[in-house]
């Protein structure tokens, strides 16, 4: 009788200490990056672009990286939401309850999300050397649009899987055509979509592997589709890879910016979603 | 005006079917042109070859994926031995023994280990990981090692695989009727006996899922391994040694290599591979969990 | 309506059993129980009806305390089981929850097999011996008739059994702990009449050995198997006392209109 209740207790504190070192690795994480960031980060780093002599520790920010990354996700969202929105309404509202082809559009997007960046990186590349375009915003964009549709059709979908099926019966009723229905639907889903959205940017806009081949670099902020873009993670690798010690210190002041849009990016969808369910853990 | 409806209706519906059927014709082509790219290389050598040969001079001629294959797998089964204790237990404790206070705390924890980019996971790998297992670690067991390794790699995917792992067993853990808890409860079991002898033994497959789903997610990680695996053409030998995933070597390379087209095609192969072995781990997986989810829904 | 009556069974019989004094349960701010004093007689069945809502349920789970694991209900007041209050501090939460076998609504066999299931509460209970276990199972499945149906299939999933043998397994599972009680929570509602029949009939044997509680939701029921009849209306006990002199002479008003069918 004592054993098992020895045995309760021992296991209960193992499981604590699991899940304490858990957290704190994300608070070592976040501090590593923090602790080496913070002496380089300055206002110009987001600010300014790259002057001169900034790979070898001069003058300039990485303002060219931050306009490439905010192009490319805002182009990248563009085009996801006009695909998204309408393929979750279709499997939600248009297909019947359980139907095979819903089921089998469900699982696709599941495998999407699991293919890596990598993968997606290579086969945009591999595609735009077939219709010729060189790697560029316009590249970028495509890209990242690939990567981020899944993850934005996922959340979404069950975000709109919760909504109960009384309102569209009764717009349905009423007369609404389907589609007149979708859009009423579409107002008060919107928190669910803003949460979707806001997951898509968390993952697009730290995405290295993507970007590495389809969107180039550049020191400057591009003026067109066809001008290569710098993008924030890549700019840390690079500037990592270099042996100056005051671009490298930057990297890490760079790391922090990354790290602190996706704090923000992470925390509001939090707060969105959570007027949908409540406890999802 | 009811006919404008009427075509509005209709029109909506044909570009939302086209959209759904896009979407499952994507992945398809995603596999094929990606075979289509690798076959330049494959026609040239016997398919065992490239998968067995670890021989590797790209300007010889010689495309042998065997060092690169054993890395991925070395890395990623590594996070997994690494990861999988910590997320069962983590989970197990979030499921049933947690105060709602405590599911709450870490709900965004998990969103945030999963948040964090791979870059940033790189440089906390490098600054950290490397360093700790070129002098504390790896001086106990061999002379000498850079620390960029099968294990700084294997230590930093787990720390990235845990979210998943923990996310979806959770949800495996949740599909457990409560009937079947209180009903092991209500005989005098412990807590721990419960978790112990029903809900693990219920899970079973709902765990091996999770653990497949997240070894396909480590196969096709890139930048953060890449930055802390040392990218040397080699098969490992210990876990102190450098090793070189197939990501890393499509990320390293891509791109520059055009002028030789078989090199291209190589490195496609490379990821027609990576394409098969996630979309097949994935499509395993998540038939697993969904048939999971279906059966307990009531 | 007598909230601070005690209503007692007592005087009926000699023997005590479970006896509950001032009982108050709160889930949240919610007051699901109130005041309940109550003994309920060895030996017997008694049977507590009242429309769903009323907290029967709520006060089953009370009995045997499987509210500890819902930190939002909070209880007060005292419930003697054998002359121990088993809401006192030092009382161990498995020692009550071993003395009472619980029958849930639906059969719930546990994932594995039809042997392992019956063998669950012994083996929990430190018995490993394979004789001792063997014997315990193959006794407790005789005992719910179970035994001659499934001996050639002992080892297989406890799922693949028919739904009232499921239930007639779960209670042979809960036999197996060697309980002193027996709680039932509308254990045949989902079960078809000949099931419900043969359980039934499991009860009546029982109580022989067994004091039994039972949830019903049919008064019929509780009318062909109860020795005792408790209802319930808004968590108040509004009248208790045997089945024959209960369904008869019921002596409240509100009893008159429930059994008469006025509201269910």
Known sequence: ?281 | MRRLRAVKDKTARYFMLGIAIFTILFLLAIGLSLFFKALPIMKEKNLWVLLTSSDWKPFKGDFGFLPFILSTFYVSLIAIIIALPFSILTSIYLNSYASKTVKRFFEPVIDLLSGIPPVIYGIWGTLTIVPLIANKIAPVFVEFSSGYTVLAGGIVLAVMIIPLLISIMVEVFRSIPKEMIDASLSMGATRWQTVKKVILRKSISGIIAATVLALSRAFGETMAVLMVCGNITQIPHSIFDACYPLPALIANNYGEMLSLPSYESALMFSAFLLFIIVVLFNGISRFTLNQIEKRYQF | ?264
């Open chain 1, 1 to 281: 009788m004592i054993m098992k209740q020895l045995e309760e207790k021992i296991f209960k504190v193992i499981m604590i200490c699991a899940a304490i070192v858990i957290l704190g690795v994300l608070v070592f994480i976040i501090s590593t990056v923090f602790y080496k960031g913070l002496p380089a980060l300055t206002l110009d780093m987001i600010t300014k672009l790259p002057g001169g002599g900034f790979y070898l520790g001069k003058e300039g920010g990485v303002l060219n990286a931050i306009a490439g990354s905010v192009y490319i996700i805002l182009g990248a969202l563009a085009i996801s939401i006009v695909i998204s929105v309408p393929l979750v309404m279709y499997i939600n509202f248009y297909l019947p309850l359980n139907s095979f082809f819903s089921a089998a559009i469900r699982f696709s997007l599941d495998i999407l999300f699991g293919i890596p960046s990598i993968v997606y990186g290579a086969f945009g590349f591999a595609l735009m050397v077939y219709l010729g375009v060189r790697a560029s915003l316009l590249g970028g964009i495509l890209t990242v649009a690939m990567l981020i549709m899944p993850i934005m059709m996922r959340s979404f979908d069950e975000i709109t899987r919760l909504l109960s099926h009384d309102l569209p019966d009764a717009l349905l009723s009423l007369g609404a055509t389907k589609f007149e229905m979708v859009k009423v639907l579409m107002r008060q889903l919107m928190p669910g979509l803003v949460t979707a959205i806001l997951l898509a940017i968390g993952r697009g806009i730290g995405d290295a592997a993507t970007v590495l081949f389809t969107a180039g670099y550049t020191d400057n902020i591009p003026a067109s589709l066809n001008q290569p873009a710098a993008t924030l993670p890549l700019s840390i690798f690079f500037q990592l890879g270099s042996p100056v010690e005051e671009v490298q210190n930057r990297a890490y002041a760079s790391a922090i910016i990354l790290t602190v849009i996706i704090l923000i990016l992470s925390f509001s969808a939090r707060y969105f979603s959570s007027k949908f369910s409540k406890n999802k853990i």
């Open chain 3, 1 to 264: 309506m007598e909230t601070n009556e005690t209503i007692t069974l007592k005087k009926l019989i000699n023997s005590q059993s479970i006896k509950i004094e001032n009982l108050d349960v709160y889930i949240d701010t919610q007051h699901i129980l109130k005041d309940i004093n109550l003994t309920i007689p060895e030996k017997s069945i008694t049977c507590i009806i009242g429309p769903s809502g009323c907290g029967k349920s709520t006060f089953l789970k009370t009995l045997n305390r499987m509210h500890d694991e819902t930190p939002e209900v909070k209880i007060s007041g005292k419930v003697f089981v054998d002359d121990e209050n088993i809401y006192d501090p030092h009382v161990n939460v498995i020692d009550t929850r071993k003395k009472m076998g619980l029958l849930a609504q639906r059969p719930c066999p546990l994932p594995m097999s039809i042997f392992d299931n019956v063998a669950y509460g012994p083996r929990i209970h430190g018995i490993k011996r394979r004789k001792a276990l063997n014997q315990t199972v193959i006794q407790y499945l005789q005992y719910v008739g179970l035994w001659d149906e499934v001996r050639e299939r002992v080892r297989t999933s406890a799922t693949r059994l028919s739904i009232g043998q499921q239930q007639r397994l779960c209670l042979a599972r809960g036999l197996a702990i060697e309980p002193e009680y027996i709680l039932g929570d509308e254990a045949t509602s989902a079960l078809d009449p000949l099931s419900t029949k043969k359980i039934e009939e499991l009860f009546i044997k029982l109580k022989e050995k067994y004091t039994i509680i039972l949830v019903t939701h049919t008064l019929r029921q509780a009318k062909r198997i109860a020795d005792y009849i408790i209802f319930m209306y808004l968590g108040q006990i509004i009248e208790a006392g045997p089945t024959e002199e209960f369904f008869n002479n019921p002596k409240k008003q509100l009893t008159r209109d429930y059994l008469s069918g006025s509201f269910s």
